[in-house]
């Protein structure tokens, strides 16, 4: 493995960072003392800051040179609503919150390239735009830096995740697909309600409700290519008041996931249709509520080939694997949609500690810190390649 010397040197220094984010994590769009940890941190090393919303972060490097090109690299800063059960003297000291789905170490790394970027400025011919992004965990970030118009002109957008699954040391690279769409959807029924000896006399909710949650998966099992990925899950059925009275209302809850827009446009459609169909069928009416969280994630090819030469300077060609793509999501994709750019994966799996193997969003989520300096180094030398590369 071949780290940058400098990003060595401060590896005590990173690692103690990313455990002050573990101690102290801040729930999504509510990451008040985060943010201004950042901001101290990159103030100290002389990189100017702009708030992006309440809790967002944007640190520009400015380079030295007479080029317009910017690199945009992105970490998010949010954690999540899990108890921290591990035993280490960095566990979460927020009751109910922990960042258990390492945002810390992405916050950090991306904090560690900063200073390594900040002391060799006089190399950049552009721009570094460093986004520290909240609200990642509902799909609520990225739209904010994207409105301020920040990535309008940027050449490239590049973002990084830790896996568990992948051991520490090794980097995932996948153009094309890598994570899903993610909607929520509401779907409200309304009925009219009657004695359950008399249901000729009402519209049953429930009933509507049952054969609504039983059609929608013919979406995908009916409606769908078996070829294309599509979830139609469902995880709220709510109805009724009493044992022996028809329904008046009923609310279920779901989510979709698909991993292109035309397949989940299409989706969400279906959805809506049959829903109100099996409604007026019954007499009853649906009202349909969508809330988008974020579209599919797809990896640019060019700019998998760019990292892919960066990471294997880093890591060693052989340490360099794909991985397959994920119905779980990240509006990192927003970016994605706005200009070229990629998403990679860092492993942090190591067997000899054990919390580093357990799953994203576990209550004893860990990482191998070696991830944090490889993080750091894939940062720093991507904008560093994209950047001096005008200059030769």
């Not at 005590?12 to 769009?29: A, G, V």
């Not at 990189?47 to 945009?72: F, P, W, Y």
């Not at 986004?131 to 309008?152: M, S």
């Not at 009916?222 to 070829?227: G, M, Q």
Request: charged letters at 25%; one cysteine or more.
């Amino acid at each position: 493995m071949a780290i940058n010397p400098q990003i060595q040197e401060d590896r005590d220094y990173l690692i103690s960072l990313r455990r002050h984010f573990h101690q102290y994590p801040e729930l999504s769009m509510k990451e008040y003392n985060t943010a201004k940890r950042i901001e101290k941190e990159l103030h100290q090393i002389g990189v100017k800051t702009r708030r992006i919303g309440e809790t967002g972060v944007l640190g520009v490097i400015e380079g030295n040179g007479s080029s317009d090109r910017i690199v945009a690299l992105r970490a998010d800063i949010d954690a999540l609503h899990i108890q921290d059960v591990k035993t280490v003297d960095y566990a979460s000291i927020i009751p109910g919150v922990m960042h258990a789905c390492g945002h810390d170490s992405h916050t950090t790394a991306l904090i560690g390239a900063a200073r390594y970027l900040k002391a060799n400025e006089a190399k950049l011919d552009g721009k570094v735009y460093l986004i520290f992004q909240q609200g990642e965990e509902y799909g609520q970030g990225a739209r904010l830096f994207i409105k301020e118009g920040l990535l309008n002109n940027a050449y490239r957008v590049f973002g990084i995740h830790v896996d568990s699954e992948i051991p520490v040391g090794k980097v995932a690279i996948k153009e094309g697909p890598v994570n899903a769409s993610v909607d929520h959807f509401t779907i409200k029924i309304k009925g009219i309600s009657s004695h359950v000896s008399t249901p000729h006399k009402g519209v049953d909710g429930l009933y509507i409700a049952a054969q609504t949650v039983i059609a929608l998966q013919g979406i995908v099992s009916r409606l769908t290519d078996p070829k294309d990925v599509v979830v139609v899950g469902i995880g709220v059925l709510k109805a009724g008041e009493g044992y022996n009275i028809v329904a008046k209302e009923a609310v279920i809850e779901g989510t979709t996931r698909c991993f292109t827009e035309k397949i989940r446009d299409r989706t969400n459609r279906k959805i809506e249709e049959i829903s109100k169909n099996i409604a007026s069928i019954y007499g009853g009416e649906a009202e349909i509520i969508f809330q988008d969280f974020t579209s599919p994630l797809v990896n640019d090819k060019t700019s998998c080939e760019e990292v892919r030469i960066v990471a294997e300077k880093i890591v060693g060609k052989d340490n360099i694997v794909s991985r397959e793509a994920t119905l779980g999501g990240d509006d990192f994709a927003e970016f994605l949609k706005i200009t070229k750019g990629m998403y990679a994966y860092v492993g942090t799996g190591n067997p000899d500690k054990p919390n580093t193997l357990a799953a994203l969003h576990g209550d004893n989520f860990d990482i191998d810190e070696e991830a944090i300096i490889i993080g750091a180094n894939l940062y720093a030398d991507y904008a560093m390649s994209q950047l001096a590369f005008i200059c030769q």
